[in-house]
């Protein structure tokens, strides 16, 4: 199954919805960043969550995801835009940390994510095309991703949400399963209703176990909702980097002139390389040499 991810409106528009699929996306993120299973549940949740929230956007808006605790993962990012288009990384990829109390999904141990991130801040960067860029900031619940983002949405947009996010790493350190729902409940919702979706929420299987068994995004929005759920569009979910060489060469005549004589001099070239695709840019002394003409016009 492509991933992609549903818009949906319930509940005569009081309630919005959305759920995605996101496995081969949070594979191709996992292979990039090299990374072992916990980088990539911490990576993959960020990223499906990254998704959802692009898609709320409009045209060239975009949305950053920063997870920064002080946990042996490091700093996690992932940026979206409204097309779908997701890239991100994590910091320390490579690390491994005891399974969390002995809890087992089929036959894989439940990763200890809350630990391998720690404590700190979720920051949502949102750039909606002014002067400056929306920042919205609130302390890490659990490092667990989930619960974080649940934290975001009620301090900082005050919106009572429902939110399940879900990787599911293999033995072989492959990415089998991965997706996430978001529901939120708007002004005007019966006590009714949301004591249907909270009972469901308490009840609802892990979104990866859903995955696993063959249920789509519209599936799994189907059997959280009470009546009939409207959805609104699709959107195709898939990895997309804009770096390129041109952007990497901007970066360096932004050191300055006496910076990249400084490069000329000791190292007679630069490479660079992007942390969300890991693609590397190589400059040589002629080129490097070109750009400090550059830098002297600026």
Known sequence: ?????????????????????????VRELSDRNNALALASAALGRTATMAAIMGVMLKGKETVTLQI???????????????EGHVRGYVENPQVELPPNDGIVFGDVEKLDVGSAVGEGFLFVIKDLGLKEPYIGSVPLA?????????????????????????????KDQTVTQAGGFLLQLLPGVSDEDIDYIEDQIKQFPHVTTLL???????QI???????????NDKVEIRFQCDCSRDRFARGLISLGEAE????VEEDKQAELSCHFCGEVYHFNEAELLGLVTDAKRD
Do not use: W
């Open 212 to 218: 696993e068994k063959g249920h789509t995004p519209e």
């Open 260 to 263: 990249l004589v400084k490069i």
């Open 142 to 170: 659990t490092g667990e991703i989930g619960d974080d983002f649940l934290y975001y949405f009620a301090q900082s947009e005050q919106t009572p949400s429902a939110l399940g996010l879900g990787v599911l790493v293999g």
């Open 68 to 82: 920064r605790g002080d946990g042996p993962l490091g700093r996690i990012v992932a940026t979206a835009d409204s």
């Open 1 to 25: 199954m492509n991933d992609y991810l549903v818009r949906a409106t319930a509940l005569d528009g009081k309630l919005r919805a959305f759920a995605c699929i996101t496995t081969e996306l």
């Open 221 to 231: 929005l189907q059997r959280l909702i009470p009546g009939e759920v409207n959805f």
